[in-house]
C-alpha cells in the first residue's frame, strides 16, 4: 500500500507544479493550458509543440502527458527537479538574442519546428560552455537542470510538417499464430513513416492482453499505419505471425470535417467499412467522445494462418 501512496503523492506533486502559474503556458510557444511535458528536459508544452519535441527523438526529448500516460519515478523527479518552464528556460534561452521572436500559439508549424531545433537540439540559445554534444541514440537524456542532455546531428525526420498526434491503444491479440513448439511470445510494432514504436513482450501467449499506449506524430503527407505482430526469439531472428494495414484518412478526414471535437456532443462522424481490401474483421466507426476523436478496431492479420488484434485509436490535430 505504501508504494501506491507514494506514486499518487508523486503525481500530486507534478500536477502541482503543472498548476504554478509559469507552467500555465507552454514552454516554447506561450499557448494557454498545456497538457504535454518534456520528461527529460523538464518543461510543459502544448499540444503543437509537443508533435516537434517528438520529432527530435526521446534522446533529446521523451514526450509525455501529463493526463494520459504513465510516469516512472525518475521521471517525475526530474522534472519536478527541474523546476519547470521558467527554470528550464532560464538555461534553454540564457543567450536568446534579443531581436530572436519565439513562437506564439497562432505560429505556423514550420516556425515552431525551427525554434524548438535551435533551442533543444542544436542549443543555440544555451550558454557556449554547457553545450554538449552527443551522437548517443538511446535514453540517456538528463534534466535541464545541468544542461546536459544528450543532443544529436540532424534528426533523420528532418523539418516534416505534422498534422497531429496518433495515440494507439493495442488491447490484446486473439489466436495468434504459434511460432515455438506450442504457443509464441508475441508484442506488436506500429510502423509509420520513418517512427516505430512497439509494445512489451507476454511470454507463451496466443491470446495476448496487452493494454499499452503507444503515440506516433502523424505527417502532413502520411500513408497508412502498418501493424505487424513478431515472436521474441532470445537464440534467432523474431518470427513475423502476422500483419495489417490501418487507413488513417477516415479517422483523420472526419475530424477535419466536424473541426473541434471540445465542442461536439458525443456522436458518430464516420465509419471505415470492412471489404476485401483491407483487414478490418468489420466496420470500424469513428466517433467523439468525451471531446475526443476515437476509433476501435478490429483486424485479421494477414499472411499469417490465424490470428486478431484489437486496437483503440484517438486522434489529436495540432492546428485546433
Known sequence: MSGRRDDSAKMA??????????NRICADCSAPDPKWASANIGV???????????????????????????WSDNEIDNVIEVGGNSHANAIYEAFLPQNHSKPHPDSTQEEREKFIRSKY????????????????????????GSASHSVSSKSEVGMIEFIGILNVKVKGGTNL?????????????????????QTSVIKA?????????????????????KLQVFDHDMLSKDDLMG?????????????????????????????????GDNALVRDS????????????????????????????????????
Not at 542549443?123 to 534534466?143: A, C, T, Y
Not at 470535417?257 to 471489404?275: C, E, N, T, Y
Request: charged content about 20%; proline content about 5%.
Open 285 to 320: 466507426a469513428v466517433v467523439v467522445a468525451g471531446g475526443e476523436v476515437r476509433q476501435e478496431l478490429a483486424l485479421k492479420l494477414q499472411f499469417t494462418e490465424s490470428g486478431e488484434v484489437e486496437l483503440e485509436m484517438q486522434w489529436f490535430p495540432l492546428n485546433m
Open 44 to 70: 510543459f508544452i502544448c499540444l503543437k509543440c509537443s508533435g516537434v519535441h517528438r520529432s527530435l527523438g526521446t534522446h533529446i526529448s521523451k514526450v509525455l502527458s501529463v493526463t494520459l500516460d504513465q
Open 121 to 144: 537540439e542544436l542549443q543555440e540559445f544555451l550558454e557556449p560552455s554547457l553545450r554538449i554534444v552527443s551522437h548517443q541514440s538511446s535514453d540517456s537524456g538528463k534534466h535541464a
Open 13 to 22: 506533486k507534478l500536477k502541482e507544479l503543472l498548476h504554478r502559474s509559469e
Open 177 to 197: 499464430a504459434i511460432r515455438d513448439m506450442s504457443s509464441s511470445d508475441p508484442y506488436v510494432v506500429l510502423t509509420l513513416g520513418q517512427q516505430k514504436a
Open 243 to 275: 500483419e495489417a494495414e490501418i487507413d488513417l484518412q477516415p479517422m483523420i478526414n472526419a475530424a477535419a470535417a466536424f473541426g473541434d471535437p471540445g465542442l461536439l456532443g458525443d456522436r458518430q462522424i464516420g465509419r471505415w467499412l470492412k471489404s
Open 205 to 225: 501467449n496466443l491470446n495476448p492482453v496487452w493494454n499499452e499506449e503507444l503515440k506516433l506524430s502523424v505527417p502532413q503527407q502520411y500513408g497508412p499505419l
